[in-house]
């Protein structure tokens, strides 16, 4: 999504489909399910201007180059972020217990840095970004697991909320400090007991210390400098641009 390339999101989704790759288990409405579910939440990441018109175009090619069968399972799925009196205080609540979980102990001086820019900001990154947009909405029987209901979509949750945000923000480069917080946040997933309460991540955890920190950034430079060509995009100029140290 950050590196505005439509056709790897399928190159991408047919090894995720593979057999090989996924043990003859039949995944694909939930694949598929999953990594448009991560495209959507790119847009708080990447930013409005520059990534709302991506989103559309790589989600609808996305949707596009999906067999026959997944689309037709997808146009079922109905919208589960509408905000109504009903639902806004449980929405509102989420926001503040994953800016909580990610940015603790510092959320209140974060929060507070913020306003200075504008009284509105730390409002809306909360309130529609953390509250709306990031964090899950819920489901009569939430499962994060692929298999574990096929007919229940997949959630994000917080440990790959965390891995999310590293990845998009690294490929953007220039935003070091914003990398550095979500790496420390993935481990505050560990520490507070989020992650344990959604389910294992397979590898979250040594993700979540040095070596699997650094071996995620490898990967994610990796991926830019293939998918530009050694030279990335307009939001990702490759490494012959200056990088943020980390």
């Known amino acids: 999504m950050t590196m505005n390339s439509p056709q790897s999101l399928l190159e991408l989704y047919g090894l995720a489909t593979s ?19 991560v495209g959507l939440k790119c847009i708080g990441l990447n930013g409005v201007r520059r990534v709302v018109p991506r989103t559309i175009n790589s989600l609808g090619a996305f949707y596009n180059g999906l067999p026959q069968d997944v689309q037709t399972e997808l146009q079922k799925r109905k919208p589960r972020r509408n905000l109504t009196p009903q639902t806004l205080p449980t929405t509102l609540t989420r ?3 994953l800016w909580e979980s990610i940015y603790r102990p510092f959320s209140s001086k974060l929060t507070s840095k ?39 979509p997949p959630n994000i949750g917080r440990v790959l909320m965390s891995l999310l945000a590293v990845a998009v923000l690294r490929a953007q480069t220039g935003v070091g400090p914003q990398v550095v917080s979500h790496m420390f946040g993935l481990r505050k997933a560990f520490e507070d007991g989020t992650a344990a309460a959604e389910g294992s991540v397979e590898g979250g955890e040594w993700l979540a210390g040095d070596e699997g920190g650094m071996w995620m950034l490898g990967v994610v430079d990796e ?10 995009t307009s939001f990702a100029p490759g490494n012959g641009a200056p990088r943020a140290k980390l």
């Open 19 to 37: 057999p090989n790759y996924n043990k003859g288990n039949d995944n694909k409405v939930w694949t598929a399910e999953l990594m448009r579910e």
């Open 95 to 97: 926001g503040h217990t």
């Open 114 to 152: 913020l306003a200075q820019s504008h009284p509105d900001l730390p409002v809306f990154i909360i309130e529609a970004e953390y509250g709306a947009l990031f964090s899950d909405p819920a489901y009569p029987s939430p499962s994060s697991k692929p298999h574990a209901d096929p007919n229940t």
């Open 223 to 232: 991926i830019v400098e293939a998918i530009g060509e050694g030279r990335g």
